[in-house]
């Protein structure tokens, strides 16, 4: 079983950093995928950035493309969500996800709302608030 822990949001003022942790444990082979998403009160969730582990490609919804960087640390099963010069509108309740189907291939098309579905292990979630 898939198990992902969510960490590192907090409170920072517009402009300032913050750099999210998914620790993940379980899988059970090299195919699968590693998403950053967010759902802000009212709104839909939505994928900001997602990562292949078999092939490394990433992707970036256009809302955070040049802000927000995605990297992983194989050696400690962790990805990493670098998010820099936040806005007030990038606060959100931040969850890791994984895809494991590996019919599924990971594109940035797995970051539409419509897709969240797809995604079939989720971190608790970490709250980011960004103050104007």
């Known amino acids: 079983e898939v198990q992902l822990v969510d960490s590192g949001g907090g409170l920072v003022q517009a402009g300032g950093s913050l750099r999210l942790s998914c620790a993940a444990s379980g899988f059970t082979s090299h195919d699968y995928g590693i998403g950053w998403f967010r759902q802000a009160p009212g709104k839909r969730r939505e994928g900001v950035s997602c990562?292949?582990?078999?092939?490394?490609?990433?992707y970036y919804a256009d809302s955070v493309k040049g802000r927000f960087t995605i990297s992983s640390d194989n050696g400690k099963n962790t990805v990493y969500l670098q998010m820099n010069n936040l806005k007030p509108e990038d606060t959100a309740l931040y969850y890791c996800a994984a895809m494991t189907n590996s019919e599924v291939a990971v594109t940035a098309k797995l970051l539409v709302p419509s897709a969240v579905a797809l995604w079939d292990s989720w971190g608790q979630g970490t709250q980011v608030t960004v103050s104007s």
């Open positions: 990562i292949s582990n078999s092939d490394g490609r990433i």
